[in-house]
């Protein structure tokens, strides 16, 4: 038999790469993910039913759980989602987040045109203003922006987001991935945590870090964003169940695993599942079909039948979500304000980078809930 490594990534799971503390999980907290759509995927309702709500903000409705079969729209929420508070169900736990055991609200804001209108986001914001109370929302998630350069508090947006902020929920916010583009709503409103990217080549060598291509700058208010940076690329991320790309990824994960004599029979009746050349299905070469395996694997940053590797602010704003609420699971009366100081005063900056692309630094998930910790066994807020 042929011995060789497979084509599949390798992803080392966000736990590790971050080095974290999880003992606290996010029991008792609401994340709210304000996003283009989401399913119900298996990470965040099983064993456990996590979705308290499905918000379509597009046409002012709201139901238990959205409507199967997915459609594309619904990818990007749900890999949001699940790196906010998904449990890895699907990889047996290897993929989980940092707050498996966090509750969701999944709020729809793309339309059926692909569109994600400013008048949506407000509507957004404007039900979880009117609902918090009644899910526990203690945190929003923003991986999604408005179209306007509008970055004072004029901007319907980030006015709703100083107005949820000021009701006592925490609100982040993806930077957005070009470092050429200027700071929009609701990444640019003052009261937001502001999330930028790190690039950690998917190791646990520290000095391996560098910066993301994310957006920054000074707002019109003079606010530095981003406020803090976290992992944004080299992330696992849920394949949409059910998909042509479900498909795919099983076919060549499938074929990637067998032995030559399997594949060359096996390879006629998978490869018309995925995306590889027709002229392959007949071909008899074992490292030719190998070869182009591992290539489209690679190519599509596979890393199994369930999971690919995904990058972008968008997944660097839930991690952070999902750091905050283990901090309120661990000291559920922080405010806003003791949040942000919190992730700020224990960051720590990139060397050899510009503060002004990475804000406070790098996010330190041990350093931040030890704060909590401590925070937790006092009373008044922080200070200092």
Not at 195 to 207: E, F, R
Not at 326 to 333: F, G, H, K, S, V
Not at 334 to 350: G, M, N, Q
Request: include cysteine.
């Amino acid at each position: 038999m042929n011995v060789r490594p497979g084509g599949l990534r390798p992803s080392l799971p966000l736990a590790v790469r971050l080095h974290a503390d999880t003992r606290s999980q996010g029991r008792g907290v609401t994340i709210a993910m304000i996003d283009s759509d989401a399913v119900a995927h298996p990470d965040i309702c099983q064993p456990r039913e996590r979705v308290k709500a499905y918000v379509n903000a597009v046409n002012n409705s709201v139901t238990a759980l959205p409507v199967m079969p997915p459609v594309s729209r619904q990818w990007h929420g749900t890999m949001t989602a699940c790196t906010a508070a998904g449990n890895g169900f699907l990889s047996l736990g290897e993929f989980s987040s940092l707050a498996p055991e966090a509750d969701l609200i999944l709020i729809r804001t793309m339309d059926d045109r692909g569109r994600i209108p400013t008048s949506v986001i407000v509507r957004a914001l404007t039900w979880i203003l009117d609902h918090a109370e009644e899910y526990n929302i203690r945190v929003v998630n923003l991986s999604v922006y408005a179209d306007e350069l509008d970055q004072t508090t004029d901007h319907p947006v980030n006015r709703l987001v100083e107005a949820v902020v000021a009701a006592g929920i925490i609100v982040v916010a993806a930077a957005g991935n070009n470092p050429l583009a200027p700071i929009r709503p609701p990444a640019s409103s003052p009261s937001a945590i502001t999330v930028g990217g790190l690039d950690d080549h998917n190791s646990l060598d520290d000095s391996d870090n560098d910066l993301y291509h994310s957006t920054f700058g000074i707002t019109a208010l003079g606010v530095q964003k981003p406020d803090v940076i976290a992992p944004a690329i080299w992330l696992p991320a849920p394949i949409l169940p059910g998909t042509d790309v479900h498909t795919e990824a099983a076919a060549l994960c499938a074929l990637d695993a067998m032995t030559d004599d399997m594949l060359l029979t096996t390879a006629p009746r998978l490869l018309p599942s995925t995306k590889l050349p027709i002229a392959l299905r007949t071909s008899r070469n074992v490292d030719e079909l190998r070869t182009k395996i591992a290539e489209r694997l690679m190519s599509e940053s596979i890393v199994s039948p369930f999971y690919k590797m995904v990058d972008g602010t968008s997944f660097a704003a839930p991690i952070v979500a999902s750091i905050i609420a283990q901090m309120l699971e661990i000291a559920p009366d922080l405010s806003p304000a003791d949040v942000k100081h919190i992730l700020v005063s224990t960051a720590v900056r990139l060397p050899g980078h510009s503060p002004l692309r990475q804000g406070a630094g790098v996010v330190q998930q041990r350093l931040a809930l030890d704060m909590a910790r401590r925070r937790g066994g006092s009373s008044g807020r922080i200070t200092a």
